[in-house]
Structure formats: C-alpha cells, structure tokens
C-alpha cells in the first residue's frame, strides 16, 4: 500500500521540482526517514536520480544505515553519538558546535577516514533548535576549515514552522552561500527547505532540500 502513496507523492515533488528549476537534476532530494521503514526509505529513493537518505537521531541512523544508498544525518548531534556517523554519513549536515568538530576529528584520525559537514543555521534562533547565528557563520566556518579531516560542504538552514519571512532568511542564507563559495571551491550544498516551504527554497537558490511528510504521507 505505501508504494501507491510514495509513488504518487514522488512524482508530485518531481513535477513541481520540473516546473520551478531552471536545471531540476541540480536539486539534491533529502528523503528524511523518521518513522519510516528502511523497505518504505529504499523504496522512495529508487524514484529520485538525485537522492539521499537521511536520519534525525543517531542510533536511527546506526541501525537503518547500509552501503546500498547514500545517508546524511540531519539532526541534533550528542556528542558521544558521533560514533555512529562518523564513515558512514556522507553528509553531517547539522554541525554548529566546535566541541562536535573535536569529536569528528577524533574519530576521523582513528578510523582514517575524512567525513563532510554542513554549517547549521538556525534563522530564528529558536531556543528548542540548535544552530548558528547568520552573524557567526563565517568566524565558525574559520575555525573548522583546519581541521585536516573534515571538509565543509556548505550550510543546512532551519527555520521556524510558523513565520511569514521565511524567503527572507532562504534569500540571507543564499548570499552567505555564494560568499563562502567565493572562498572555498569545497562549498557546494545548500540545504534548505522541507516539506511544506520546498519550492520557496528551490526559488531562493537551494540545491538540497529535505522531505519527510510530502513524500511519506497520504
């Protein structure tokens, strides 16, 4: 029964996707899986050519993760549960805290791997979100870039669920993007925009976004 409603909402997304983006295949489809089940996950990310999966929770990650598919992880990070992510996410997308950037090096070193963060901001600056000031982006971004095992891959925004001027932070967070692109030929994802602002963000300049509830949801 859940392919029927996956499928439909997937092409749903894809046309929408066709009709407000200039190049569709440069949009990074996020599939986030919370609540869902690996067989209802893999099953969406087969409708996608530019797909990844994704978990809000460490130990979710660790026990839906497997090679067969990309993975990012897109929640608030504690720090003993970096042991998890660190090798098998592609992308750490929600990294604001330096102390977490220690634990990832760590790790890295141990494992002799390299693992790629995005910069988390938190627009409204909401106390029950994690994130950065758009105003201390780039002094953070300063200090992680020397980290020899972690490359910064761009910034993920948050934004409040209620707000009128969410363009407006898409439209700040597209301009720190392009500043920091300036600088770092490393810097290529924007990930912005979920299930109910997507096209906004895809019209702002984002090429990530994240879907859960359009995707997965009658």
Known sequence: MYKKIITRNAQAVIKNIENNCNDPSSITVVLATKNRSVDEAKYAASL????RLAENRAQSFRDKFTNDEIWDFIGQIQRN??????GK????????D???CDEIERLCIINSTKQEILLQINAGQEDNKAGLNFDNVYDFYSRVKNYS???VKG???VTPLLTNIRREYFKEAKILYDTLRQVDFNIEHLSMGMSNDYLDAILEGA?????GRVIFEE
């Open 89 to 96: 996410a592609k992308t750490i997308q929600s990294v604001c």
């Open 155 to 157: 910034l993920m925004l």
């Open 48 to 51: 996608f050519e530019n797909v």
């Open 207 to 211: 090429n990530m976004i994240r879907l």
């Open 98 to 100: 330096i102390k977490i």
């Open 81 to 86: 549960k970096v042991k998890y992510l660190v």
């Open 149 to 151: 095992h972690i490359t």
